[in-house]
């Protein structure tokens, strides 16, 4: 945005522009120059003044001004809505905001801002959808208009330029038009003119190969026109018209053009070449329809030098000459151009149709098939149990534990057993330590009677020796 | 979350009562500070915060980000524990 002049200093006039062109309803016409001054202050050096503020609105009213279109409400930037604003302009969009206070304004706004810029790059829901197509079709006419628009600018620019322009200006301009808009069908999408002006030379650069495609197309269909009407329809036309002019031009001009050698030459105007060129052109053109075999080398030499000729002068030049030059300049390279691109589409085509025989064709051109049911994707081997989901350490430790664990009937049995072997032990005890203590008494009892006996005998034998 | 801190098992486990917003699970020193700066300076005062936003958690840790320059899991970390706090004394 350029920098913006204190509105004192400007004229009258052109405040009345500004104002229209911000959508300021202007004051009455006798009205003085200081109302005006007012007006711009107050409504478009305020929106300037915003727009500057900081990095982040600049971006934000672009948003807040695509969004006004669909949606036909005013949805500026949040920042500069009210509190109620702020949260209607949730509510609209299914929000329920809570109180808008200091500490939470910003996260609302935040939040609208980011509802808002969905819709602007493109939610898939209808309305709104429509209203994006609406708005991308008006574009593209707006195009369309615009390069029209420069391309008569750029008519009457080289009519004056051109110094054999005498012939009548406003059938070169609707002829210009209808030419542009012919032109424009393999460009659809908002090439403007000035690049079409640069790509016939290109499209004449690939023209040999073109040619020599198209040409043992021919030979191999046994140049059979009918078939191909649909391809060669817009080149037809202009053949008929690049005849008739050739037929003007060598009686209404008599200028002796006409052979094809003549366009080698070096022509100082402009016009000239072009005529010469155009001729030779369309001579070859229909040579290479109906001399099919005879395509030699130097016809292909005389092309590229023609194209080299040509491209050296301003090629609009050329076109804006005379109206009949027009159509026959753009026949033959519009032509060559379509042959070579359309031929290789051809068996394309019959590709698709092959594999998918049962597609009808759509209006669209777009084919939708059934994706067929995938049996182990990419021929691995179809996985029916799926890897083990992580589990918890709690869990890993259990599965670790009963893993270990021993069976719960051996358990029981091995404790019937314990339990039998202790009371078998326990039983029998009873009887042993009987027996036992039985010995030992016995033992015991013995061997008092042995001592006892020792002891008798000892003092027998004492007894004996007293 | 599948697993919560120490942090916010204490501050989920009991009224907050005067407690500093460094009480808060997710918020430490630098970010208490932010915070105390803004002039949240209890956890009392953030759970206003998040009471004014209705208790939603995204936009509460969408405002601590902001706010506090929170990454993510801090945020998220605090929202949780606001958000658990008052379910237990709501």
Known sequence: ?466 | MSTTSQKHRDFVGEPMGDKPVTALSGIGDTLGRKLEEQGFDKASVVLGQFLLLKKDTDMFSDWLKDASGANSRQADSCAQCLREWCDAFL
């Open chain 1, 1 to 466: 945005m350029p920098f913006e002049e204190d509105p004192a200093y400007l004229s009258k006039s052109r405040l009345k522009s500004d104002l229209v062109a911000h959508n300021v309803a202007l004051p009455p016409a006798a009205s003085k120059k200081e109302i005006y001054v007012e007006l711009h202050l107050k409504h478009i050096d305020q929106r300037n003044a915003a727009d500057f503020s900081s990095d982040e609105e600049d971006l934000v009213p672009d948003v807040a001004d695509r969004e006004e279109d669909p949606d036909h409400t005013e949805i500026p930037d949040p920042r500069t809505l009210t509190d109620d604003e702020l949260k209607a302009a949730l509510l609209h969009h299914g929000v329920k905001a809570g109180p808008i206070v200091g500490t939470t304004r910003a996260v609302y706004e935040k939040k609208l801002k980011k509802l808002l810029q969905p819709d602007e790059s493109g939610k898939v829901n209808g309305a709104e959808k429509a209203v994006v197509y609406s708005d991308s079709e008006e574009e593209e006419e707006e195009e369309v208009e615009e390069e029209e628009q420069k391309a008569d600018g750029e008519e009457e620019v080289e009519e004056s330029v051109c110094t054999e322009s005498e012939k009548q200006t406003a059938e070169q301009t609707d002829l210009a038009k209808q030419e542009s808009s012919q032109a424009k069908l393999p460009y659809q999408n908002g090439s403007f003119p000035y690049l079409q002006c640069f790509m016939p030379s290109s499209r004449l650069h690939a023209r040999p190969t073109s040619n020599r495609e198209s040409k043992s197309k021919w030979n191999s269909r046994n140049a059979v026109k009918s078939s191909e009407r649909s391809r060669s329809r817009c080149k037809e036309i202009p053949v008929g018209i690049s005849r008739a002019s050739s037929v003007d031009q060598h009686s209404g001009l008599g200028s002796g053009v006409p052979s094809g050698s003549q366009s080698v030459m070096s022509n100082g105007c402009s016009s000239f070449s072009s005529q010469a060129f155009s001729i030779t052109q369309m001579v070859k053109e229909m040579e290479s329809r109906s001399l099919i075999s005879s395509s030699t080398d130097a016809d292909r030499e005389l092309n590229v030098s023609n194209v080299q000729e040509h491209r050296s002068q301003p090629i609009r030049l050329q076109i804006a000459d005379r109206m009949k030059n027009q159509s026959v300049y753009y026949t033959p390279q519009d032509s060559p151009h379509k042959w070579g691109a359309q031929p290789p589409q051809e068996p394309m085509k019959d590709i698709i149709k092959e594999i998918f025989p049962e597609t009808g064709t759509t209006p669209t051109g777009i084919h939708a098939t059934r994706r067929r049911p995938i049996k182990g994707a990419a021929q691995r081997p179809v996985q029916y149990g799926y890897p083990a989901t992580p589990v918890s350490p709690a869990t890993l430790e259990r599965r670790e534990m009963e893993r270990r664990r021993v069976p719960i009937r051996i358990q029981i049995l091995v404790f019937l057993i314990m339990a039998c072997i202790l009371y078998f032990i326990y039983v029998n005890l009873e009887d042993i330590c009987v027996v036992l203590l039985d010995s030992l008494n016995q033992g015991f009892d013995s061997e008092d009677g042995y001592s006892l006996q020792a002891e008798t005998e000892d003092t027998q034998v004492v007894s004996g020796q007293d």
